[in-house]
Protein backbone atom coordinates (compact mmCIF):
# COMPACT_ATOMS: atom_id res chain seq x y z
CA UNK A 1 0.00 0.00 0.00
CA UNK A 2 2.65 2.41 1.03
CA UNK A 3 4.47 2.22 -2.49
CA UNK A 4 1.56 2.39 -4.67
CA UNK A 5 0.57 5.56 -2.11
CA UNK A 6 3.89 6.90 -3.01
CA UNK A 7 3.66 6.13 -6.30
CA UNK A 8 -0.05 8.19 -6.76
CA UNK A 9 1.53 10.73 -5.09
CA UNK A 10 4.25 11.51 -7.67
CA UNK A 11 2.22 11.02 -10.62
CA UNK A 12 -0.14 13.47 -9.24
CA UNK A 13 2.51 15.43 -7.83
CA UNK A 14 4.08 15.91 -11.63
CA UNK A 15 0.59 16.03 -13.24
CA UNK A 16 0.18 19.18 -11.00
CA UNK A 17 2.95 20.95 -11.56
CA UNK A 18 2.21 20.31 -15.36
CA UNK A 19 -0.92 22.75 -15.08
CA UNK A 20 -1.23 26.34 -14.09
CA UNK A 21 -2.80 26.06 -10.93
CA UNK A 22 -2.99 29.84 -9.76
CA UNK A 23 -4.07 32.60 -11.73
CA UNK A 24 -0.82 34.25 -10.73
CA UNK A 25 0.73 37.60 -12.96
CA UNK A 26 -1.31 38.00 -15.99
CA UNK A 27 1.34 39.02 -18.99
CA UNK A 28 0.25 41.12 -22.21
CA UNK A 29 2.69 38.50 -24.26
CA UNK A 30 -0.05 37.14 -26.98
CA UNK A 31 1.71 34.05 -26.42
CA UNK A 32 1.09 33.71 -22.81
CA UNK A 33 -2.02 31.58 -21.60
CA UNK A 34 -4.80 33.03 -19.78
CA UNK A 35 -6.48 31.08 -17.17
CA UNK A 36 -9.84 31.50 -16.52
CA UNK A 37 -12.35 30.77 -13.72
CA UNK A 38 -14.10 28.25 -15.71
CA UNK A 39 -10.29 26.70 -15.97
CA UNK A 40 -9.30 27.31 -12.59
CA UNK A 41 -13.26 25.29 -11.73
CA UNK A 42 -12.57 22.85 -13.95
CA UNK A 43 -9.06 21.89 -12.67
CA UNK A 44 -10.02 21.99 -9.10
CA UNK A 45 -12.93 19.01 -10.08
CA UNK A 46 -10.30 17.04 -11.19
CA UNK A 47 -8.27 17.54 -8.50
CA UNK A 48 -10.84 16.31 -6.13
CA UNK A 49 -12.08 13.38 -8.47
CA UNK A 50 -7.91 12.23 -8.53
CA UNK A 51 -8.04 12.74 -4.55
CA UNK A 52 -11.11 10.56 -3.93
CA UNK A 53 -9.59 7.93 -6.00
CA UNK A 54 -6.33 8.10 -5.04
CA UNK A 55 -7.96 7.59 -0.74
CA UNK A 56 -9.68 4.67 -3.00
CA UNK A 57 -6.68 3.06 -4.29
CA UNK A 58 -5.20 3.59 -0.54
CA UNK A 59 -7.64 2.66 1.86
CA UNK A 60 -8.66 -0.68 2.51
CA UNK A 61 -12.40 -0.36 3.31
CA UNK A 62 -15.22 -3.76 3.10
CA UNK A 63 -18.04 -3.39 1.20
CA UNK A 64 -20.09 -2.47 4.44
CA UNK A 65 -17.58 0.06 5.56
CA UNK A 66 -17.72 1.35 1.96
CA UNK A 67 -21.17 1.79 1.93
CA UNK A 68 -21.00 4.25 4.91
CA UNK A 69 -17.71 5.71 4.61
CA UNK A 70 -18.28 7.31 1.10
CA UNK A 71 -21.53 8.94 2.13
CA UNK A 72 -19.38 10.48 4.54
CA UNK A 73 -16.50 11.24 2.81
CA UNK A 74 -18.47 13.22 0.18
CA UNK A 75 -19.98 15.27 2.90
CA UNK A 76 -16.42 16.43 3.87
CA UNK A 77 -15.19 16.65 0.56
CA UNK A 78 -18.21 19.53 0.11
CA UNK A 79 -17.55 21.05 3.45
CA UNK A 80 -13.37 21.21 2.42
CA UNK A 81 -14.67 22.60 -0.88
CA UNK A 82 -16.42 25.47 0.75
CA UNK A 83 -13.22 26.32 2.23
CA UNK A 84 -11.13 25.80 -1.20
CA UNK A 85 -13.68 28.20 -2.71
CA UNK A 86 -12.42 31.04 -0.18
CA UNK A 87 -8.97 30.14 -0.53
CA UNK A 88 -9.38 30.34 -4.19
CA UNK A 89 -11.08 33.59 -3.89
CA UNK A 90 -8.11 34.99 -2.01
CA UNK A 91 -5.78 33.58 -4.60
CA UNK A 92 -7.63 35.07 -6.83
CA UNK A 93 -7.45 38.72 -5.02
CA UNK A 94 -4.10 38.71 -4.27
CA UNK A 95 -3.10 38.38 -8.22
CA UNK A 96 -5.39 41.22 -8.61
CA UNK A 97 -3.71 43.32 -6.22
CA UNK A 98 -0.04 42.08 -6.77
CA UNK A 99 3.09 44.62 -6.58
CA UNK A 100 0.12 47.38 -4.96
CA UNK A 101 -0.32 45.58 -2.22
CA UNK A 102 -0.70 48.13 0.83
CA UNK A 103 0.09 47.17 4.42
CA UNK A 104 -3.66 46.85 5.70
CA UNK A 105 -4.28 44.90 2.49
CA UNK A 106 -1.01 42.74 3.03
CA UNK A 107 -2.23 42.07 6.56
CA UNK A 108 -5.81 41.21 5.82
CA UNK A 109 -4.93 38.65 3.30
CA UNK A 110 -2.70 37.11 5.92
CA UNK A 111 -5.13 36.59 8.53
CA UNK A 112 -7.53 35.61 6.09
CA UNK A 113 -5.47 32.95 4.88
CA UNK A 114 -4.56 31.87 8.54
CA UNK A 115 -8.37 31.83 9.29
CA UNK A 116 -8.94 29.38 6.18
CA UNK A 117 -6.00 27.24 7.55
CA UNK A 118 -7.63 27.21 11.35
CA UNK A 119 -10.77 26.27 9.11
CA UNK A 120 -9.59 23.21 7.59
CA UNK A 121 -8.14 22.29 10.82
CA UNK A 122 -11.62 22.40 12.86
CA UNK A 123 -13.20 20.51 9.91
CA UNK A 124 -10.91 17.46 10.23
CA UNK A 125 -11.37 17.87 13.99
CA UNK A 126 -15.41 17.66 13.43
CA UNK A 127 -15.21 14.62 11.22
CA UNK A 128 -12.72 12.81 12.69
CA UNK A 129 -15.24 11.49 15.19
CA UNK A 130 -18.24 11.09 12.26
CA UNK A 131 -15.53 8.92 10.15
CA UNK A 132 -15.33 6.79 13.52
CA UNK A 133 -18.58 5.80 13.45
CA UNK A 134 -18.44 4.41 10.18
CA UNK A 135 -14.96 2.91 9.71
CA UNK A 136 -12.55 1.81 12.62
CA UNK A 137 -10.15 4.39 14.25
CA UNK A 138 -7.18 3.06 12.71
CA UNK A 139 -9.34 3.41 8.95
CA UNK A 140 -10.08 7.19 10.35
CA UNK A 141 -6.16 7.73 10.97
CA UNK A 142 -4.90 6.13 7.42
CA UNK A 143 -7.94 8.48 5.61
CA UNK A 144 -7.11 11.63 7.30
CA UNK A 145 -2.84 10.91 6.28
CA UNK A 146 -3.88 10.23 2.79
CA UNK A 147 -6.06 13.44 2.91
CA UNK A 148 -3.18 15.44 5.04
CA UNK A 149 -0.38 14.19 2.50
CA UNK A 150 -2.66 14.93 -0.77
CA UNK A 151 -3.36 18.72 0.55
CA UNK A 152 0.11 19.09 0.94
CA UNK A 153 1.19 18.29 -2.02
CA UNK A 154 -1.49 20.61 -3.68
CA UNK A 155 -0.79 23.76 -1.37
CA UNK A 156 2.94 23.19 -2.07
CA UNK A 157 2.29 23.48 -5.84
CA UNK A 158 -0.14 26.45 -5.56
CA UNK A 159 3.05 27.86 -3.26
CA UNK A 160 5.08 27.39 -6.24
CA UNK A 161 3.04 29.43 -8.33
CA UNK A 162 2.05 32.33 -6.12
CA UNK A 163 4.89 35.06 -6.29
CA UNK A 164 5.72 36.42 -3.09
CA UNK A 165 4.39 39.78 -0.81
CA UNK A 166 6.54 42.85 -2.52
CA UNK A 167 7.66 45.04 0.36
CA UNK A 168 6.57 48.76 -1.42
CA UNK A 169 8.62 50.92 1.14
Sequence with gaps: M????IAA???SSAWIMAVPVAPAQTTASSDSP???????QLLR?????????MVAA????????ATKFWPVYDQYAAEMTKIGDQKYALIKEYAQNFGSLTDAQAQSLLNRSL???EAIAQLRIKYVPIF????PGTKTATFFQIDRRLSTMIDLQL????PLVQDQH
Excluded: F, G, Y
Aim: charged content about 30%; cysteine-free; glycine content about 0%.
Design 45 to 53: QDLRSKKKQ
Design 9 to 11: LIL
Design 58 to 65: NLTLTDSE
Design 132 to 135: NKVV
Design 2 to 5: KNRL
Design 115 to 117: ALD
Design 159 to 162: ANQI
Design 34 to 40: TVTDQDI
